[in-house]
């Protein structure tokens, strides 16, 4: 496997011992995460059934021999999976008998179109499923037999373009795909009318999302009995103000009931939470597009996508910054041209992560002498920042991995930081966390010596470890992002 990781592959082993290995189960998850895994392990960690994780590495080139490994492990249908694949290999792979393995190969998204092709005729169903879903730009011909095939999942996953025209009646016909077919449909006022009396609300909520819905039919469905339909209505740039503001009241007190008085709230109450939050969610591209009207809007979701937003102003910029919502003011920080680490330091001291992924401190480089500040500082989620510091003094790293916050310890292990000191780095593979244990397998700086010494200890064990009878009730790991310190 050529991962480009440059190490030194048995680092300081002369005089060490073999380290202690705690959890050995998830050891050997950390390890077949492991980006430096030479191939000679990666095959033997095959036997305990890690070819997900193996296949799973951004970045995974199996070699041939690595590859044949797989296939003689029988676990082709998570090297089917892998970007990289040799194209002589998926060739082999399109030819499988076994279903599972051609359904994750047309999963593959860099499968050659020849190859996709060949899998859109599969006798399998769900093989010409996979095909259909993943194939961005079929042939006209091919499309038509994909939405026309006998098996409804096939129709169904092929109805993620515009299709023939005279296929309409068809597929709006069929109660499978009617609902995937509409948001790609030339819309116009009867089709429209049909849909909008629809029993299904799913069909009238993916009708309120069309584009090209006449105005009249979206004051109808902001009207309609279901409250996730109006959020739909609530969403589109079209909507009137005033209209857009008695969609969301309507929302927000349902949500409240629910949340205040779940027994005494009713079905729509709770359709209206669910509204509520995924309109919070909504990416809403006019908003970006045009963000200034909406930096101070009442609507979380429409602020958010302002704040997204690189035409923003710098003054309403910096005003969002105290905006109350932590989302709104890391999206605002992250746009900003000129990150400024002192904002930067005190966003990060007031943010509570949310649904979205990162954190102010991506977007900065802060100084050493600030990132040693942090090693010492009361909060976990701002310790582990000083491993932002290519120059780690090691004391200081060791000290971080000795952590009394197991979240701590974990970013430690799975850093690969080179300043942590080899014997740090090997305690940490025995820490009574199991998450911590597994990190620090999967680091890139583990010698190979050691890799090898884990499979071995596995292999001496008789077999696949069984999971520890407290492996899930261990509360000193978490993997959330809240003020349990983890990072």
């Known amino acids: 496997m050529d991962m480009n990781v440059d190490v030194d592959v048995d680092r300081g082993m002369a005089g060490i011992p073999a380290p202690e290995v705690a959890h050995l ?13 030479p191939d000679d392990v990666a095959v033997r960690l095959l036997a305990y059934r890690q070819g997900h994780r193996l296949a799973g590495w951004q970045g ?61 005729a599969d006798p399998d169903a769900g093989v010409r499923a996979a ?16 939405l026309t095939d006998p098996d409804p999942k096939v129709r169904v996953a092929a109805c993620t373009r515009r299709p023939p025209r005279d296929l309409y009646g068809e597929l709006l016909a069929g109660p499978t795909t009617r609902l995937r077919v509409i948001p790609h449909l030339e819309l116009d006022r009867e089709t429209a009318a049909l849909l909008a009396a ?10 309120a999302g069309h584009p090209e819905l006449a105005p009249e039919v979206r004051d109808l469905l902001a009207r309609d009995p279901n409250a996730v339909v109006r959020g739909g209505v609530f969403e589109r740039a079209d909507t009137p103000p005033e209209l857009r503001a008695e969609i969301h009241a309507g929302l927000l ?19 209206c939470y669910v509204a509520l939050v995924a309109s919070e969610l909504t990416p809403y591209p006019w908003v970006t597009a045009d963000p200034v009207p909406y930096a101070d809007s009442p609507y979380l979701g429409m602020r958010r996508a302002a704040a997204r937003s690189g035409a923003l102003p710098d003054e309403q910029r910096r005003r969002m910054y105290e905006d109350e919502d932590a989302t709104v003011r890391f999206f605002a920080f992250a746009g900003s041209p000129d990150p400024d680490p002192v904002v930067a330091e005190g966003l990060e001291r ?41 120059e780690l003094p090691a004391e200081l790293a060791e000290r971080l991995a000795a952590d009394e916050d197991a979240a ?21 593979l025995g820490d009574a966390g199991r998450l911590v244990a597994a990190a620090a397998a999967s680091s890139p700086m583990l010698p190979q010596a050691v890799m090898r010494q884990i499979v071995d200890r596995a292999d001496a064990a008789g077999g696949p470890p069984l999971p520890d009878d407290d492996d899930f009730d261990d509360d000193s790991d978490c993997d959330c992002d809240c003020d349990c310190g983890a990072a």
């Open 198 to 207: 629809d029993p299904d609300e799913d069909v009238r909520r993916r009708l």
């Open 25 to 37: 189960r998830d050891v050997l998850d950390g390890l077949a995460d492991n980006p430096a895994l």
């Open 350 to 390: 007031r943010h509570v992560q949310g649904k979205f992924p990162g954190r102010p401190a991506d977007r900065v480089r802060f100084p050493a002498e600030t990132l040693r500040r942090f090693g010492a500082d009361p909060s976990p989620r701002l310790r582990v920042l000083a491993l932002r510091d290519p």
């Open 60 to 120: 995974f080139t199996p070699s041939p021999d690595l590859c044949e490994a797989f296939v003689a492990a029988g676990q082709s249908e998570h090297l089917a999976r892998v970007p990289s694949l040799p194209g002589s290999v998926a060739a082999k792979l399109a030819l499988d008998p076994d279903a599972d393995v051609r359904r994750a190969l047309a999963d593959n998204p860099r499968l050659a179109p020849e190859l996709l092709g060949r899998l859109a």
């Open 253 to 271: 007190a349902g949500s409240l009931r629910a949340d205040e008085d779940p027994a005494a709230a009713d079905e729509d109450d709770f359709h």
């Open 408 to 428: 701590v310890r974990r970013e430690v292990a799975g850093s690969g930081h080179p300043r942590l000191p080899l014997p740090a780095l090997l305690r940490l």
């Open 131 to 146: 095909a259909a879903a993943a194939w961005t730009d079929p042939p006209e011909e091919a499309l038509r037999a994909l």
